[in-house]
């Protein structure tokens, strides 16, 4: 399995990213260098693949059956691809406020700390439904790291509904492009593939 060891900040400042969307709220003491020239549209549409890629924490070939699939079904396929990356696992536990960034989302979700329905699930890329409750299991309540995560205030998406003493949530809803708040333009991507 491919794991991406790129230092965030620095791949951050090369996609002009703001490290607050990958969950890390420090800054980089480097500035970032000024280019004079000006991008071209191909540049544009691969930085915005590559921005998704490294926010979701995916790997190219899963972010190409992801595209697939959100073309095959109905509706704008950039906001489908959005939806689908938005209702990943990882991704919804670090939504939930359940780890602090989602590459920890991702650890804690291989290391089979979450149940799904009451089921045992240790795969990141997992797509939650409407009506699943995502919860720590009950041997990993006590440990420090959860102990730590039920003190935390984190803001929840309306889409998702969580019971910080009971570490659970529940999907409430598919979420909409509007509650997405990560800074991609998707048209660019669907753009990107359409070549």
């Not at 906001?79 to 804690?108: C, H, K, W, Y």
């Not at 990141?124 to 309540?141: A, F, H, L, N, R």
């Not at 309306?158 to 019971?163: F, G, I």
């Amino acid at each position: 399995m491919a794991v991406n060891k790129d230092p965030i900040l620095k791949r951050c400042r090369s996609l002009q990213l703001d490290p607050s969307h990958m969950g890390i709220y420090k800054e980089s003491k480097r500035k970032p260098q000024q280019s004079f020239k000006k991008m071209s549209e191909y540049g544009l549409q691969l930085r915005e693949k590559q921005r998704a890629k490294f926010i979701y924490g995916v790997q190219e070939r899963q972010f190409r059956t992801a595209f697939k699939k959100a073309a095959s079904k109905k509706g704008i396929t950039g906001e489908n691809l959005l939806i689908m990356l938005e209702e990943r696992l990882d991704n919804v536990v670090f939504r939930m406020g359940l780890a602090t960034t989602r590459r920890e989302a991702r650890q804690l979700v291989v290391h089979s700390h979450f149940t799904v329905n009451g089921k045992r699930v240790n795969i990141p890329s997992y797509i939650v439904k409407v009506g699943d409750v995502i919860k720590v299991k009950e041997k990993s309540q006590s440990s420090p790291k959860f102990k730590e995560i039920k003190e935390m205030q984190v803001g929840v998406p309306a889409w998702l509904s969580v019971d910080r003493d009971k570490l659970e949530g529940k999907v409430l809803a598919d979420p909409t492009r509007d509650q997405i708040d990560t800074p991609i333009e998707e048209r660019l991507i669907v753009e990107l593939y359409s070549k």
